[in-house]
């Protein structure tokens, strides 16, 4: 006879039996968990486990787990943080734009207003073409619109999606959005420091994160770390000008590759100018996942609370580093917010970049 053992989820109990996955029992159960993938990739169904063990779903000295992939061996209790629901929505490509030789910039209009959290993904399916993850983001200027979602799409050469931007996909191109996913979404009453790091198109959901952070404490201090390839590659340089006026802000912009055209530009990997964490900073990154593992990293040492969204490999050869499905969370609710980014009684602009001052595919 199997055994039997107690889970909670946010004060909901049921019973299950040890050594099933977590997600099956709790769907089974009535507690609706949000879930996509079931292959530990997407992140949607990550929880915080509050008490127990499980085998399986989680990174040593991560409390988080994904429900998918962890298997029930004791009495569990697990937390959840409230997120929007999961929907489907029709929509049309309104515009598509250049952003930089290997961006793409993606408006997409919808049916109706999505609700998502700052940080949070949808996968698009352009008609006849295969899903993709992208982060919808703050316009890179001027004001939002409610029904209008913003995405960076990374170029690749062969990829199925992005090669198709602006030949099969055009406007006026139909498309279907389910979403939002992810939890690495911004939290908001942190009284601390808050730091990003982005690399490439996982500026898309750090500008998400950054605006909301400012528009909730615009004398918040905020440190954003922002890599490219290139100094072309930095695409979002009138976004960071618009968050450079803050009186709190500091920007370090810097690309992989030599260069010589600005000393304000870094060089170098995002972790060499990381500033000193502490307890009291909480930390976003999005991009490579050798990057965003190296970031949650040195945060985990600090003590600081870390939010990474890797982008991996979607899993089609033909597209091998780009559009993502996302794994996202690690140790709220903040609606899109449709006030233009701009600073309240600003007392001098402070364009903190580095070097005179010390983020889809």
């Known amino acids: 006879m199997r055994k039997i053992c107690k889970v909670t989820v946010n004060d909901a109990p049921f019973l299950a039996n040890c050594g099933d996955l977590l997600l099956d029992w709790a769907l089974m159960s009535g507690v609706d968990l949000p879930h996509d993938c079931r292959a530990g990739v997407c992140g949607a169904c990550r929880v915080r486990l509050v008490d127990g063990k499980v085998f399986g779903g989680q990174t040593p000295g991560d409390d988080m787990i994904h429900a998918c ?21 029709p929509g049309r490509v309104a515009k598509i734009v250049r952003l930089a030789p290997d961006v793409a910039g993606v408006d997409v209009e919808l049916a109706k207003p999505l609700e998502f959290l700052p940080g949070q993904y949808c996968k698009l399916q352009f008609r006849g073409f295969p899903a993709r993850s992208y982060s919808p983001t703050y316009p890179l200027e001027g004001r939002p619109h409610d029904r209008v979602l913003h995405f960076h799409v990374r170029r690749l050469t062969g990829g199925k999606v992005s090669s198709a931007l602006g030949h099969e996909i055009r406007a006026g191109h139909r498309v ?24 490439g198109t996982g500026f898309a959901p750090m500008w998400s994160v950054a605006t909301a952070a400012i528009l909730e404490r615009p004398q918040r201090e905020l440190v954003f770390v922002v890599a490219a390839r290139s100094i072309r590659s930095l695409y979002m340089h009138a976004a960071l000008c618009r968050l450079a006026l803050f009186p709190n802000v500091t920007i370090i912009p810097m690309v992989s590759e030599p260069q ?46 870390c939010y990474t969204d890797p982008f991996v490999p979607d899993g089609e050869a033909s597209e091998p580093a780009n559009l993502m499905t996302r794994v996202s969370g690690w140790f709220g609710e903040i609606r899109s917010n449709p006030i233009p980014l701009q600073p309240e009684q600003p007392k001098r602009a402070e364009h903190r970049l580095a070097g005179t001052a010390r983020a889809h595919r």
């Open 176 to 199: 279907r959005l389910t979403g939002p996913f992810g939890s690495a979404f911004f939290r908001e009453g942190h009284a601390g420091r808050v730091v990003l790091v982005a690399s």
């Open 69 to 89: 992939q962890a298997r029930i061996v004791s009495d569990l209790e697990i937390a959840t943080e409230a997120a929007p629901d999961q929907v489907t929505l």
């Open 260 to 305: 010589s055209i600005s000393h304000a530009v870094r060089g170098g990997r995002p972790t060499d100018h990381l500033p000193q964490l502490s307890p009291d900073d909480v930390v976003y990154t999005a991009g490579a996942p050798a990057m965003t593992e190296s970031v949650a990293d040195i945060a985990r040492a600090a003590g600081a609370r």
